[in-house]
T-cell receptor, first 119, second 112 residues
Framework: ETGVTQTPRHLVMGMTNKKSLKCEQH?????MYWYKQSAKKPLELMFV???????ENNSVPSRFSPECPNSSHLFLHLHTLQPEDSALYLC??????????????????FGNGTRLTVT | QKEVEQNSGPLSVPEGAIASLNCTYS??????FFWYRQYSGKSPELIMS????GDKEDGRFTAQLNKASQYVSLLIRDSQPSDSATYLC????????????FGQGTELSVKP
């Protein structure tokens, strides 16, 4: 496996369900991210982890809960979601995050995303 | 003003023409700029990065940066139907701790 892999690729869940999205990066990167992409809207940053510490949480509802057990794995735990949470959820990684080394030129490498539908 | 602004398009060009995609940003001290391509139903993939004023060329792609005007563009020469995608501009906002902020993307359609 190379790059950034996400599972599952598609997920349909009811509003009372609990599910988790998984992301794994094989690039040796130090930072990992969750983004939400809704139709006709810019990518929205949800969470950032750098060296396994959460460094950003952009006012995301508590029904989304991230977990970063190590620098290669990132999870997004979902519970009691709303239909408006239906979107493409993208995981990404980068070599470094500016907060750690003041490095501003590390591009993001994205996984293939999880298409989430909340019914 | 949006932090990173792009025309949503769609931008339609004939095959073989030059496609010009534009992006403006609000942070005067931003240092890093990226162009991503996203095919329908797929995830974004990095195609260009640029950090200094001027032009940077990579094959058929040229990124142009003008920090004084807070403007970055992407030119695609000899456009091919396979270039049809949404192009996302992303900027590291120095004054927000290096947060990478994306524009809404420009949809490009290259007609055979």
């Amino acid at each position: 496996e190379t790059g950034v892999t996400q599972t599952p690729r598609h997920l349909v869940m009811g509003m009372t369900n609990k599910k988790s999205l998984k992301c794994e990066q094989h690039l040796g990167h130090n930072a990992m991210y969750w983004y939400k992409q809704s139709a006709k809207k810019p990518l929205e940053l949800m969470f950032v982890y750098s060296l396994e510490e959460r460094v950003e949480n952009n006012s995301v509802p508590s029904r989304f809960s991230p977990e970063c057990p190590n620098s290669s794995h990132l999870f997004l735990h979902l519970h009691t979601l709303q239909p408006e949470d239906s979107a493409l959820y993208l995981c990404a990684s980068s070599q470094d995050h500016p907060i750690d080394r003041g490095v501003y030129n590390s591009p993001l490498h994205f996984g293939n995303g999880t298409r989430l539908t909340v019914t | 003003q949006k932090e990173v602004e792009q025309n949503s398009g769609p931008l339609s060009v004939p095959e073989g023409a030059i496609a010009s995609l534009n992006c403006t940003y609000s942070d005067r001290v931003s240092q890093s700029f990226f162009w991503y391509r996203q095919y329908s139903g797929k995830s974004p993939e990095l195609i260009m990065s640029i950090y200094s004023n001027g032009d940077k060329e990579d094959g058929r792609f040229t990124a142009q940066l003008n920090k004084a005007s807070q403007y970055v563009s992407l030119l695609i020469r000899d456009s091919q139907p396979s270039d049809s995608a949404t192009y996302l501009c992303a900027v590291n906002f120095y004054n927000q701790g290096g947060k990478l902020i994306f524009g809404q993307g420009t949809e490009l359609s290259v007609k055979p």
